[in-house]
C-alpha cells in the first residue's frame, strides 16, 4: 500500500463503478436482486451499470424500467455451445472488456453461472476488481459446471453467499475461499411489499412463485394441493417445465383449483390474493419470493431445503414440512389451513422477520461496504 493511500480519508474516495455482468434467459430471484440493488445508489453508496447477454428481450425491458444504464450485447444465443463459445471465445470478452474500459469499472460483480468465466476474463484484463455472488448451490453440485466456476472462483477478490446455507456448502466445496467469503442476504423492499388483508370469504388459496424448473419442484405443489380437498395454488412464473405442469393438473383431475399465471413483473396482487405462500423446492439457496409473500404478512409452508428454514420459522413466521415429500408437504398445509388463529400472528412475525434480517436497506448496505473495501484495496 502506498503512503499517498495511506494518508487519504474516507470523504476523498470516489464513489466505486460497480459493472454487473448478467448472462440469463430467465427472470428470477438473482434478477430482481439485482434491480433493488443497482437502482438504489444511495444506501450502497456506488454507481451501477448492467452488461447484458441475454436471448429474452423481457429481461432487458424489466433492467430498463427500474431505471438502470444498461450496456447490451444484443439478443445472444442460450445452449451449451453457445455457454462454451461466450466462456471461452474471444468476441464476447472482448465485447465486455471494452464495456469496463468504457465505464472505467472499479468492480465486475458476477451474479449468474453463464457471467462467470467471461466476467472474470474481461474484469481480469481490464484491472477490475471481481466480486461473486451464489445465488444457489447448483454450480458446486453439478460436474458439469463446477470446473468453469472453480476457475472463475480461484480468481474472485471477493465471494458473497445470500444464505448461510450457501456459505456451507461453498466452504465444504473449496475451504480455501474463506478469508473472501462474506455473508450478504437478499433483501426485500418492505415498503413495496406492504400487507394487505386476504378476502376472507374466497377458498383458501396457496401462491407459488418461481422458474417452472425441476429444481423448484412446482410438480411436488401440485401433487400436495390434490391431497388438500379445498385448497388453491396460484402459480407464477414460466420455464420450460409449463406444459409438463399442466398435464400433471389435468392428470390429477385439479385443473379448477389450480391456475398459471405466467411470468408477472408484479406478484404483489396475486401474493395479496393468497392466503399463503407455499414453497416445494428441491433445493433453494433464499428464496427472495417467499421473503416478499412474507413482508406481505403471508405465512410460509415449506419443505425444509436449503437456505429456508433460516427464515420460515416453524410454528413462529410459517409450517416446515416433517420430510421433503408432497405427501409431508399437504399434511403441514392442512394444519395451516385448519389454524385460523395462529395464521394472522404468523404473518405479523414473518414480516417482522423480513424486517429484522432481510430488508433492502441491509442487503444494500452490505454490499456497499464491500464495494468500498474492494475498490479501495484495488487502488491502494
Known amino acids: 500500500m502506498t503512503g499517498l493511500a495511506v ?39 456506488a454507481d451501477h451499470v448492467v452488461a447484458l447477454m441475454t436471448p429474452n428481450a423481457r429481461l432487458a425491458r424489466l433492467l430498463r424500467s427500474a431505471g438502470l444504464a ?21 468476441s464476447d470478452a472482448a465485447w465486455l472488456e471494452r464495456v469496463l474500459l468504457a465505464e472505467r469499472a472499479d468492480i465486475v460483480h458476477l451474479h449468474t453461472f453463464g457471467s462467470q468465466v467471461v466476467g472474470t476474463r474481461a474484469a481480469l484484463r481490464a484491472g477490475a476488481r471481481v466480486l461473486r455472488t451464489e445465488h444457489s448451490s447448483r454450480v458446486y453440485s453439478d460436474a458439469s459446471c463446477w470446473p468453469f466456476s472453480r476457475w472463475s472462483l480461484a480468481r474472485a477478490h471477493g465471494v458473497v453467499a445470500i444464505s448461510q446455507h450457501i ?10 475461499v474463506s ?36 429444481r423448484k419442484g412446482v410438480d411436488i405443489a401440485i401433487e400436495a394441493v390434490a391431497r388438500v380437498p ?20 389435468a392428470a390429477l383431475g385439479v385443473a379448477g383449483r389450480v391456475r ?18 407455499l414453497c416445494s423446492s428441491r433445493e433453494e439457496g433464499l428464496g427472495i419470493a417467499l ?35 408432497s405427501d409431508a408437504l399437504a399434511a403441514r398445509m392442512r394444519d395451516a389451513m ?6 394472522p400472528m404468523l404473518g405479523r412475525a414473518a414480516r417482522a422477520k423480513v424486517i429484522e434480517a432481510y430488508s433492502m436497506r441491509a442487503m444494500c448496505e452490505g454490499y456497499g461496504a464491500l464495494y468500498t473495501a474492494l475498490a479501495r484495496h484495488g487502488a491502494a
Open 70 to 90: 444498461v450496456r447490451d450485447r444484443g439478443p445472444v444465443r442460450e445452449s451449451t455451445a453457445a455457454f462454451l463459445w461466450r466462456s471461452l471465445g474471444p
Open 260 to 277: 398459471f399465471h405466467g411470468h408477472l413483473d408484479d406478484t404483489r396482487d396475486v401474493l395479496a390474493g393468497a392466503h399463503m405462500a
Open 179 to 214: 478469508g473472501r467469503l462474506a455473508l450478504v442476504s437478499n433483501g426485500v423492499d418492505t415498503a413495496q411489499f406492504a400487507p394487505r388483508p386476504a378476502d376472507a370469504r374466497a377458498p383458501f388459496t396457496f401462491v407459488v412463485v418461481g422458474r417452472l424448473e425441476r
Open 230 to 249: 379445498g385448497a388453491r395454488l396460484e402459480v407464477v412464473g414460466d420455464g420450460e417445465e409449463r406444459l409438463t405442469l399442466e398435464r400433471q393438473v
Open 291 to 325: 421473503l416478499e409473500a412474507m413482508a406481505m404478512e403471508r405465512p410460509v409452508v415449506a419443505l425444509p431445503v436449503g437456505g429456508v428454514p433460516e427464515f420460515v420459522l416453524d410454528g413462529r413466521t410459517g409450517w416446515l414440512a416433517r420430510a421433503r415429500t
Open 338 to 343: 385448519a389454524d385460523e388463529a395462529q395464521r
Open 7 to 45: 494518508q487519504r480519508s474516507p470523504a476523498d474516495w470516489p464513489r466505486p463503478k460497480v459493472v454487473h455482468v448478467v448472462v440469463a434467459g430467465e427472470v428470477g430471484g438473482a434478477e430482481r436482486m439485482l434491480v433493488d440493488l443497482a437502482s438504489h445508489p444511495e444506501l450502497s453508496g
Open 167 to 176: 456459505r456451507r456448502v461453498v466452504l465444504a466445496r473449496d475451504p480455501e
